[in-house]
Each structure stands twice: as structure tokens, then as C-alpha cells.
């Protein structure tokens, strides 16, 4: 028997007051005179006795609800008990869409109930089902549980996470001895953007393929175009694919065109149809031996069409290479150029229709643009502020009420190149790789800006912000601390200026408030976790698609899963300890029964006390 | 005599009423007085067989008093009184030990009652011109007044009772065999005590008193704490002669005392009935008439 909190066992110590009192009180009873003590002497010496039995009853009942209190609270528990069961075996099932292959899911289920099966005598089972998030659906328990459990499961619309299922059955075994059972299809797009899962020695993973996939078609994209919509069909099977692409707005069909897709490759299929303003359009193809939930893409409407940018420029900072860079994006954009006097005098109202606005100017803009700008970026615009020279610190600083002594400019030529310091931004997620390619900038002068309360994803090499961002009421404001007009760098005849120029203005045109497109596993509250077309709380429709790395067919063998997996040194000896300690306390939960012992100890001490 | 007047009268023998009166004397009369008012058409009077007059015939008058000769001669109904004997000799053995002086919730003390029970069965004896005499022992005899019948001897016996302090232990078999081998001719002896010794000794002194032709009338005086132990809470009972102490739960010790006590009472009863004794047990919280009674009893039974 252990305790969880021994200390508590001092308050034991207070058996000591009914025991003193015990023998204080012994022989407290008064004097009485009397007369016939002869008489009284014959029998009463038994009954004296008898008296003495139950004051001794009595002590030992208040004795023991003290100790059976104090104990209580001290929450003893039986390390052997638990030592008894031990062993922990967790069985978790990949509910990823791509389960949903014709038999493959009945299949994972058998090998689920079979690794339940094979679970030891006294051996805790525990059933958690998977995809992006790791749900313990049957906590550690015996095996009729685990069963009914896996009984219940289903495959969704998820995508494959190995991670999550790792954590999770790290955070059950707490340290322990436990065997996982990884039941899957095992994509190799499950350990894609993750970061490297980490579980302790302690627990065994073993891997059980549900089967490999190996054909499946999935519609990668959807797109509106000047003839028509364009839908990305990937086919990942090892042989070319033909089949029917069926174009529907708002439920109905409206076109359908035939695809031939090469093994392992994508094709655009154009399905002509006069774009509608407004609804929502979904595009679905025949996919009999693959996963059913990536047949079908859908893409909401809307009325605003191409997105513009307005760039604020002057003579001198002209915007040319940045307006050549937007241009490049396919039609993603409609940059417009405009000067300052061009939205002076109350014609800045235009500004409000932008989905971001490029700030490489502040000569001639009058208050009104200024106001109308900050008002722009604090209902949810983008701004790209570009450090030119004809941009005036003081003008930014008092615009948005910033500090004005946040911003210098260099007094002198300097020699700089610049490095991403985040690369999960999303301005330099998309160069990947690529981003060391930034170091190959020559930068003579730049903005000197004080990074408070700013997100500094790329720094000059002598440390200073090169890139900032932030948010200013709903929206977001990027700034660029050198120019993007070759007067203090060569940035514009680098090859990263234009991936860099349209990410900027993608990520900034990208109204939080406007989201129409999002993934099974990031809807918010209250919607279903499925694809479709869904109405969002505040009444705009959303297009809620599947994440298309689950559409992949590649597969991992079971060893390189376990490699992937680092294994790390269980937690230290004494806080493991103390957390199984925890557990197997709150299993157990002795203090009940202790509690109930001492209610019985006072039951038993209020009959002896009768008189 | 109505029921109304005769409960004024027995108020009188009431143990609460006495212990509020002055002398011994006065409690004497009190009781005795009382106690014959009372006994107005008692079968006792006359026991006496001495003629003392003839008076004319009243009705009311027993018949059994008329003298048939007296109407033969005369053609009148004439009633006989007698005036009682005095040549009874009568001894009071009242116990004065340390225990006797135990008052619980009575209003008088064991020894205070049996000093107005001996000090009443002296007055009623002097009345009938018996002679009274008085010993009063614990372990041995403390006080003794021998029997006469003079004018001055009961107030000089009232007054002995007056002052009878609680003695030491008791042993009141010794004053028994020691009396016993002292009266020369036949008389009766009234033993007052709570006989809470050895009952063996006791009945044995008893039965050699007996043996020697003398009458013997046992009062066995008991507080209401003796006899129904009322007490309440775990308690040391120290006995007061012998300072031996019993821790007891009177809740629990009670059944087994009182079983113990009738045990005892019924060894004394059975014992001294059978020795042609009369044994009377009195609770000091009673009326003293029940004892003056009894005492009546045995003075005719010895005529």
C-alpha cells in the first residue's frame, strides 16, 4: 500500500486526543457515598468490565475513523494492483477519406479486432480513431469496450496525420509500457508537413496495413476561366485514366467533359459554361475503385471577378518592376497605378473596393487618402508599404498613430543581403527551399525599423527587419524595409521578386472576413466536417473541400514508418512515476472506500455509545 | 373520624413534617399522638389485662366489653376498661454506626429515623408504663439506658436519642449476644438498623435473644437510595464504614444490586420469621405508623 500524499498521514496523529482522553476520563467517574457498596461490590465488578470493553470498543472505533480519515486523504493506492495491469494497448484506426476504398475500411476493422484479440490477460485496451486529429474513442478499458468501440467507427472526410496519433498514444501510455497498433492504409502523405513525431521508448508501435492504395482519381482544382471552368484532375494510378468530368452550379448540371489522364500525372479539363455571378459550382468525376470524397470539388462564386491592386506611386517610384511582377501572376491580379493628386480630393473612396492596396508613395497624399487608406486597412485590407524614398516615415508613423522614432532611414550606403527567418510565413511558405536564394540580394540602403509589436519574417544580414507585418484593426499591413524599384537594391532583376511581389499581394488580398474555400478539417464551429457547399454563421457561403494530399496513392512500407518516428527517453524516472502514481490512484480510488470504512467506524462507535 | 381529619392526623407521622420539629421529645409525642388519634376503633386498645373501671354502656361501645354479669345484677349495660400492664420490660438496640447516618433523597437520615421511631416506641411504651430502655452500639455498645418506667426516665431517653452522633463500623451481632446474656427475665427487644452487614452474624444474635425467651421486633431502616438506587452516570461508590470503593454504571450495576438487595432482605425474612421474629423493613421516606403498628403487633402477641 502506498499513499499519494503520505503527508496527510500526520493528521493520524490526532488518535492521540480520543486515547489521552481515554485515559484521562478513566477514572473520572464522582465519588458517591453510599451504604450498601457490599451489595453493590457482588455483581457490578462484570458489569465494570463490561463497561471497560466498550469504552475500549469506543476508543477503537474513533481511533479507526480517524486513521481511515486521515488515510483518506492521504489517497493510498496498491502499486501492485496496478502492477497487475500494466500493460497498455492502444489500437487506433485511420478514419481518413481514403479508408472509404472499396474494402478497405471493413478490412481495417477486422485488424482492429484482431489486435484487440491479441490483447494479454489484465492488459488495458484502448481504441483511438484518426485523421487530422486523434479522438480516443474508447479510453483504457477491457476488451468488450474496445470492441464496441471500433464497432462505431466510420470513415470521414479527414486527412491522414500520423503525428496526432503518435502524440495521442504517448499522452495514454503517460510514460507507461504500451504497445500502439497503428491500423492504416499508410499514405506517405501522412508524415507530409509534419513535423517529426517524437514517442517514448516505452512505446511499441506496430504497424498493421489496412491495404495499400493503389488507383485513385481526385479533382486537385477548380477554376474559373474566360471559356469555361477548369478542373485539375490528378490521377494517381499506376495506368492512364479516361472518364467524364460533370460540371454542376448549384446542384445542377450545367456542362461535362471528357479527361485522359497519364499514370501518376494531373490534366486541366476545360468544361465550357458562361460563368455565373453568383452560387456555387461543383465539378465530379467517376472514381468507382478509389476515394469517394475527393470525386467532387466544389468552388463558391462570387461576383467581385479578378481581384485589383491599386499601387500608389509617384514619378519617381514608378512601380514598374512591381506591376510587371503582378502581371505575371496569370491574371490572379489587376494591378492599377494611380498618383497621389489621382485620389486627392475626395476621389480616394475607390481605395474601399481594393483587395489590397501597395503604398510606394506618400508625396500628394492629401488627408483625405490617407484616411481613406487606414480606414481601408482597419476593415480587413491589405497594405503593402514599400520603403522607398519617396515614402516618408513620419507620414506612415502618423497615418496609423505608430511611433515615429520606430522608423530611420540610413544615413549611408551599406552593403546587406537579406534571410527568411520565418519560413511557415505565408509570403515565404511558397519558395520553400528556394527562400536561401533571398541571400543573393545586394541591398545598399534601407529602413532602420524598430520591431515592436511587429512580425519580422525576413531580416537584413546585419540583423535589422527586412520584411515586417502586422495587424492593424482587421487587416494586415506588410512593410518592406528597401525599395522595389532598383534605387537601393537589385531585388527587381532577382528571380524571387516576383514569386515575392504576388505572394505579398496574394497574402494580402486575402480578407480574413472572406474566406470561401476551406478544408474538411478547419471548419469552424457548427459546421459539418464534410464536403460541400456550407452557409457560414454570418451568412456567406463557404466551399468546404478535402485536403488533396490524402487523393495521393503513395504509400509507406511499415519500417520506414517506424522510422519516422524519433524516439526519445521516457519522461524522468520520478515525475513518471508520480503521474502513474496519479493514475493508478484515481483507478483505484481507495479514499472511497476508506471514507465509507469511517462512516461505518462512527456508525459502529454511536451503537456502542448508547447508554 | 372522617378521611379528612385522619389524613390531618397522619401528616403528622410524615418523616418530612418531623425532621422540622424541635426536640426529640416533641417528635415523640408528635408521632405517637398522631399515631393513636388514629386508632380510635383499633382492635388493639386493650390489651392490658388489669381492670381499671366500668363505665356505662355507649353505643358505639365493642360488645364484646360489655360485662353480662354486671347486667344480670343490675339490669344496666356496663362496659369493663382495663388499664395495661407495666411490668413489660422493653429494650431499643438502635444502630448508630456510619452508615446509619446516610441521608439520600429522604428527608431524614436513617439514624435521625430510627432515633424518632425508638424516641416514638418509647413515648407509646411509657404511655402504657412499660419500662424503656436504651442501647445504642456500632461495633460495640456506644450508649446504654437501662429499662425503667419512672416519670423522668423518658425525657432522659429522649434526650440520649437527641444526641446520638454516627459512630464507626457496625457489628451488631455483638450487642445482641451480649444483651442476650444480660436479661434475666423475658422482654422485648427492638432492633433498629440497616442490617447491611454480614446477614449470618446478625440472624444468628437475633435468634440467641430469642432463644432466651425474649420478643424481638427488627426494624431493618433503608434510605429510598437503598432500596431503589436511582443513581444516574458512571460513578465510585465509597462505602462509608469499610472506605471500599466500586466504580460502577449504576444503569447497568442497578438490576444486579437490586437483586441482590432482595436477596438479602429475603435471607432476614425468611430466617427471622422463622425464629418467630417479626422483621419489618422501613423506607425513611414512609410514615412512621407502619412501624408503630408493627410494634403494637408483637406487644399483644406477648400477652
Not at chain 1, 385 to 403: K, L, Q, R, S, T
Not at chain 1, 488 to 512: G, I, K, M, Q
Not at chain 1, 537 to 554: H, W, Y
Amino acid at each position: 500500500m502506498s499513499f499519494l500524499y503520505p503527508l496527510f498521514l500526520l493528521g493520524a496523529l490526532a488518535v492521540a486526543i480520543p486515547i489521552v482522553l481515554h485515559l484521562l476520563r478513566r477514572d473520572v467517574a464522582p465519588d458517591v457515598p453510599f451504604t450498601a457498596v457490599r451489595l453493590l461490590r457482588k455483581s457490578p465488578v462484570d458489569r465494570s468490565r463490561r463497561r471497560r470493553l466498550r469504552d475500549l470498543l469506543l476508543l477503537a472505533a474513533r481511533v479507526t475513523a480517524l486513521v481511515l480519515l486521515a488515510a483518506a486523504f492521504a489517497r493510498p493506492y496498491s502499486p501492485r494492483a496496478d502492477a497487475a495491469a500494466a500493460g497498455l494497448r492502444i489500437v487506433a484506426v485511420d478514419r481518413s477519406f481514403s479508408m472509404a476504398a472499396p474494402g478497405r475500411f471493413a478490412a481495417a476493422l477486422d485488424l482492429a479486432r484482431s489486435a484487440i484479440g491479441e490483447a494479454g490477460f489484465a492488459e488495458r485496451i484502448a481504441v483511438i480513431a484518426f485523421d487530422e486529429r486523434a479522438e480516443v474513442v474508447a479510453l483504457p478499458g477491457g476488451a468488450a469496450d474496445a470492441r464496441a468501440a471500433v464497432s462505431t467507427l466510420a470513415p470521414g472526410h479527414g486527412a491522414t496525420r500520423y503525428a496526432a496519433v503518435i502524440e495521442k498514444a504517448t499522452e495514454l501510455a503517460s510514460g507507461g509500457p504500451a504497445t500502439l497498433v497503428v491500423v492504416s492504409d499508410l499514405q506517405r502523405a501522412g508524415w507530409d508537413g509534419e513535423i517529426r513525431a517524437q514517442a517514448p521508448v516505452s512505446l511499441t508501435i506496430d504497424v498493421r496495413n489496412a491495404g495499400m492504395p493503389t488507383v485513385n482519381l481526385a479533382v486537385a482544382d477548380l477554376r474559373t476561366d474566360k471559356a469555361g471552368v477548369v478542373v485539375a484532375v490528378r490521377n494517381g494510378s499506376a495506368s492512364a485514366r479516361q472518364g467524364t468530368v460533370t460540371l454542376a452550379h448549384n446542384g445542377a448540371t450545367v456542362g461535362r467533359a471528357p479527361f485522359n489522364a497519364e499514370a501518376e500525372s494531373s490534366v486541366d479539363v476545360t468544361v465550357p459554361w458562361k460563368v455565373a455571378a453568383s452560387g456555387s459550382i461543383s465539378a465530379t468525376i467517376e472514381d468507382p475503385d478509389g476515394f469517394p470524397s475527393d470525386n467532387t470539388r466544389h468552388l463558391v462564386l462570387t461576383r467581385a471577378g479578378t481581384p485589383t491592386v491599386m499601387v500608389v506611386q509617384s514619378g519617381e517610384a514608378s512601380g514598374f518592376f512591381l506591376l510587371r511582377a503582378l502581371d505575371a501572376a496569370g491574371g490572379s491580379f489587376e494591378a492599377k497605378a494611380v498618383t497621389g493628386p489621382e485620389i486627392a480630393g475626395g476621389r480616394a473612396h475607390e481605395i474601399s473596393t481594393q483587395a489590397a492596396v501597395i503604398l510606394l508613395s506618400t508625396r500628394n497624399l492629401d488627408r483625405a487618402a490617407r484616411d481613406a487608406i487606414v480606414g481601408f486597412v482597419r476593415t480587413g485590407g491589405g497594405l503593402f508599404i514599400a520603403a522607398a524614398p519617396e515614402v516618408e516615415p513620419g507620414v506612415i508613423a502618423a497615418m496609423f498613430g505608430w511611433d515615429v522614432a520606430g522608423f530611420t532611414v540610413d544615413p549611408a550606403p551599406r552593403q546587406v543581403s537579406m534571410a527568411t527567418t520565418d519560413v511557415r510565413h505565408p509570403l515565404f511558405r511558397p519558395f520553400g527551399g528556394l527562400a536561401a536564394n533571398l541571400g543573393q540580394i545586394n541591398f545598399h540602403q534601407t529602413w532602420r525599423v524598430r520591431p515592436d509589436q511587429w512580425h519580422v519574417p525576413a531580416q537584413f544580414s546585419d540583423g535589422s527587419p527586412a520584411v515586417l507585418d502586422r495587424s492593424e484593426g482587421a487587416g494586415r499591413v506588410v512593410l518592406f524595409a528597401s525599395d522595389v524599384d532598383r534605387r537601393w537594391n537589385d531585388f527587381p532583376l532577382h528571380p524571387a521578386f516576383v514569386p515575392f511581389a504576388v505572394e505579398a499581394v496574394r497574402y494580402l488580398s486575402t480578407r480574413r472576413d472572406a474566406t470561401q474555400d476551406i478544408l474538411v478539417s478547419r471548419v469552424p464551429t457548427g459546421l459539418v466536417p464534410a464536403p460541400g457547399v456550407q452557409t457560414l454563421p454570418d451568412g456567406r457561403p463557404v466551399a468546404v473541400n478535402v485536403d488533396l494530399r490524402e487523393s495521393s496513392t503513395a504509400v509507406l512500407a511499415p519500417a520506414e514508418f517506424a522510422a519516422a518516428v524519433e524516439r526519445v527517453a521516457p519522461l524522468a524516472e520520478a515525475p513518471r512515476d508520480a503521474i502513474k502514481a496519479e493514475q493508478t490512484e484515481a483507478r483505484q480510488n481507495l479514499w472511497q472506500y476508506g471514507l465509507m470504512l469511517m462512516l461505518v467506524a462512527l456508525a459502529a462507535e454511536s451503537f456502542a455509545g448508547r447508554p | 373520624m372522617g378521611a379528612a381529619s385522619a389524613a390531618r392526623d397522619l401528616r403528622f407521622l410524615d418523616p418530612a413534617i418531623l425532621s422540622r420539629l424541635g426536640t426529640m421529645e416533641l417528635k415523640a409525642r408528635t408521632v405517637v399522638e398522631g399515631f393513636l388519634s388514629g386508632l380510635h376503633r383499633s382492635p388493639y386498645k386493650g390489651f392490658s389485662v388489669e381492670f381499671a373501671e366500668y363505665r356505662q354502656y355507649l353505643p358505639g361501645d365493642d360488645l364484646s366489653t360489655l360485662d353480662w354479669k354486671v347486667y344480670a345484677r343490675t339490669d344496666r349495660y356496663y362496659v369493663k376498661k382495663y388499664e395495661e400492664e407495666t411490668n413489660l420490660e422493653c429494650h431499643l438496640l438502635l444502630d448508630q454506626s456510619a452508615s446509619m447516618a446516610y441521608r439520600g433523597t429522604a428527608p431524614m437520615s436513617k439514624l435521625e429515623y430510627g432515633s424518632v421511631l425508638a424516641g416514638s416506641l418509647a413515648f407509646l411504651m411509657h404511655r402504657q408504663r412499660d419500662a424503656t430502655g436504651l442501647i445504642a452500639f456500632d461495633e460495640q455498645i456506644r450508649f446504654r439506658l437501662p429499662a425503667a418506667s419512672r416519670p423522668g426516665h423518658l425525657h432522659a431517653l429522649l434526650l440520649a436519642l437527641e444526641r446520638l452522633q454516627a459512630g464507626q463500623r457496625s457489628d451488631v451481632a455483638r450487642p445482641l449476644h451480649q444483651l442476650a446474656e444480660a436479661l434475666l427475665k423475658r422482654s422485648l427487644v427492638v432492633l433498629i438498623s440497616d442490617l447491611l452487614d454480614d446477614p449470618e452474624p446478625v440472624i444468628k444474635g437475633l435468634k440467641h435473644l430469642r432463644f432466651r425467651g425474649t420478643d424481638v421486633v427488627v426494624f431493618q431502616v433503608l434510605d429510598p437510595d437503598e432500596l431503589t438506587f436511582p443513581f444516574r452516570g458512571a460513578s465510585k461508590f465509597k462505602d462509608l464504614e469499610t472506605a471500599q470503593e466500586v466504580v460502577a454504571d449504576p444503569a447497568r450495576a442497578r438490576t444486579a444490586y437490586l437483586r441482590e438487595l432482595t436477596g438479602l432482605t429475603l435471607q432476614y425474612d425468611r430466617e427471622l420469621r422463622g425464629a418467630g421474629i417479626d422483621y419489618v423493613q422501613l423506607d425513611t421516606s414512609q410514615p412512621l405508623d407502619f412501624a408503630l403498628l408493627t410494634y403494637l403487633s408483637a406487644r399483644s402477641k406477648r400477652k
